[in-house]
């Protein structure tokens, strides 16, 4: 055949398939290289210029007689997407030159060829955008495809869904680095991708967080590695990391209806957040009532703008004590949310808004109406305490946050040093940073700060070493209980850190007081600031008005209750 006939077959070829194998398109090839004695074909794919500028590319040959050749021929080709291609054609060594009509027939196949390369890389880069994510992992349209192909061509009987989330991977981050952190993760994923092989499949959801569904007798094993898995970050030195998840788990019932993969995303979703939120266990099956809690949670955050603006959301006030001396000498401002004649618990909606900025709202609401309140009771003459108001570390991404809080205090003339700003512990080095930096200006403009739950956080001892406080908050988890005696733990360690606060200089007040014998520890340990249900639950702000006009408690009783 000559040389028209064999390109004609060439092109049938190539526009017979969707999508060629690189051997195939070898031996289609073939013929035309022999008759125009070409010996070799290079090709180098780069996804765009800069790519071509770095030597990025991705080489293949084309074909290869496997004879002794020279490059004869170069052409760069810029496809409409930009990407560059670089094709070589080589000549037997020894052949006589190319005449000037087989040089046009080779720049024909040469362009041929890469229409073929630039349509296959637009194929692998549509699969590549839709099914994976920038850093390589599965991602959710995957599992969705996933789902929806399964639902097609079976059923889910069998196989259990699982999302899991690794736990504290920003310390993993800070011990490590980000790079052999990212190394971590994806040997992490890479050990489970192969524990399930062809029963399953693993996709990211983002962040940390990733999906699986695989069949049910892979479940004790996909758990054990959540549960602590040692993963090796440096090659060569063997050093390892322990990576763990919680994870929530749906194992799918034999009536099971599947209309989409939220169907089985939602079910996992609701148990994993349940893990999240700590408990007995990192694991957590799901079951009924979570979908009830859910759609409780739903109902709560559709309410809450209106609550918001219709003034629902409470302020309560729990007082501070001098134990030395019962003296009333502050409270903290707590939220209630009273809707249609009920309480709702703070347990319900707080942990729900600090899912979003919604609970910066409630802040700054709260932190406005104990404003409205100190001037209210200025005006009146009372005897007015320092007041402490909570802010969530959501609050350390606004830049302003010292203007804001600042502002709202000015807005109701208060002397700054009433109010007293309680933040709690950071995990990250950029919300030390922050943390830090808002400390200081609330320091410079005379208002109050204190470290919330003390001793819950992960770098705790740096956080009173770097940050000025006023206050030392000391968590109820580190407070002696009435049956530990002064060689308990818990003994020791509240004993120094005690010590060391006040050695630092700093006002240490122990919260969640309960018995009479644990304000004797506090006596005891020369911790004379208490908080707790012994001296007084959090009251409305008229009971509490009434605990300022009495300004003082009798230890002995409990008619300072009444």
Same mark, same amino acid.
Request: glycine share 6%; hydrophobic share 40%; with cysteine.
């Given at each position: 055949?000559?040389? =028209? ?9 190539? =526009?017979?398939?969707? /999508?060629?194998? *690189? ?19 290079? /090709? ?39 990407? @560059? ?19 046009? *027939?080779?720049? /024909?196949?040469?362009?041929? @060829? ?24 599965? =991602? ?5 495809? *996933? ?78 590695? %959540?549960?602590? /898995? ?45 893990? +999240? ?104 003459? +009372? ?29 109701? &003339?208060?002397?700054?040093?009433? %109010? ?22 609330? &320091? &410079? ?76 520890? %506090? ?22 008005? +009434?605990?300022?006009?009495? *300004? ?11």
């Amino acid at each position: 055949m000559d040389f =028209n006939q064999l390109f004609e077959q060439l092109i049938k070829g190539l =526009n017979s398939r969707p /999508t060629i194998d *690189h051997d195939e398109l070898k031996r289609m090839l073939e013929p035309l290289c022999a008759q125009l004695r070409i010996a070799k074909i290079s /090709t180098k794919t780069y996804p765009n210029a800069k790519y071509e500028a770095l030597e990025r590319g991705e080489e293949l040959i084309s074909y290869d007689n496997g004879k002794p050749c020279v490059e004869a021929i170069s052409q760069r080709i810029v496809t409409d997407l930009m990407a @560059v291609i670089k094709c070589r054609v080589y000549i037997e060594e020894g052949s006589e030159p190319w005449t000037p009509e087989e040089k046009d *027939h080779i720049r /024909t196949v040469i362009e041929t @060829v890469s229409v073929y390369f630039s349509r296959s890389r637009i194929q692998e880069a549509a699969m590549r955008y839709a099914f994976y994510d920038d850093d390589g992992y599965h =991602n959710l349209r995957y599992f969705v495809r *996933h789902t929806e192909r399964t639902a097609q061509t079976g059923s889910f009987v069998g196989q259990t869904a699982v999302l899991f989330n690794m736990k504290h991977f920003s310390i993993v981050n800070q011990q490590i680095g980000r790079r052999e952190g990212s190394l971590v993760m994806l040997s992490f994923y890479k050990s489970l991708e192969n524990l399930l092989g062809d029963n399953g499949i693993i996709c990211r959801m983002g962040g940390d967080n990733f999906i699986m569904l695989f069949k049910n007798e892979l479940l004790e094993e996909v758990l054990r590695m %959540l549960s602590g /898995t040692a993963v090796v970050y440096d090659m060569e030195t063997e050093e390892r990391i322990m990576v763990s998840a919680t994870a929530g788990i749906f194992v799918i019932p034999e009536d099971f209806s599947f209309r989409d993969a939220g169907d089985i995303i939602d079910k996992v979703m609701s148990s994993s957040h349940a893990a +999240k939120l700590g408990g007995k266990s990192d694991f957590v099956f799901y079951n009924d009532e979570m979908i009830a809690a859910k759609n409780k949670a739903n109902l709560l955050q559709r309410l809450f703008p209106e609550a918001l603006s219709g003034e629902e959301f409470l302020v309560y006030y729990q007082p501070k004590i001098d134990i030395s001396s019962g003296e009333l000498i502050g409270a903290e401002a707590l939220c209630r949310w009273m809707h249609d004649g009920k309480l709702i618990s703070p347990a319900e909606f707080i942990p729900l808004l600090e899912q979003s900025m919604d609970i910066c709202k409630l802040d700054f609401y709260m932190l406005a109406h104990v404003c409205r309140d100190i001037r209210g009771w200025l005006d009146s003459g +009372k005897k007015v305490v320092r007041i402490s108001v909570n802010l969530s570390r959501r609050h350390m991404m606004d830049v302003d946050l010292l203007q804001h809080i600042i502002e709202i205090i000015d807005r109701y &003339q208060v002397p700054h040093h009433f %109010l007293e700003i309680e933040l709690t512990e950071t995990t990250t080095d950029v919300e030390f940073r922050d943390l830090k930096r808002v400390v200081s200006g609330l &320091q &410079q403009a005379g208002i109050s700060t204190s470290v919330d739950d003390f001793g819950m956080g992960y770098s705790s001892l740096n956080l009173i070493k770097e940050i000025p406080w006023n206050v030392l908050k000391i968590d109820r988890s580190f407070l002696p209980i009435d049956q530990d005696d002064e060689t308990s733990t818990r003994s020791v360690m509240f004993k120094y850190v005690i010590a060391m606060a006040k050695e630092m200089g700093l006002e240490c007040i122990a919260e969640g007081v309960e018995t009479e014998a644990q304000v004797n520890i %506090l006596k005891d340990n020369a911790c004379s600031l208490a908080q707790g249900f012994f001296f007084d639950k959090p009251l409305p702000k008229e009971i509490f008005e +009434k605990r300022l006009d009495k *300004h003082c408690y009798d230890l002995l009783t409990d008619t300072n209750k009444t």
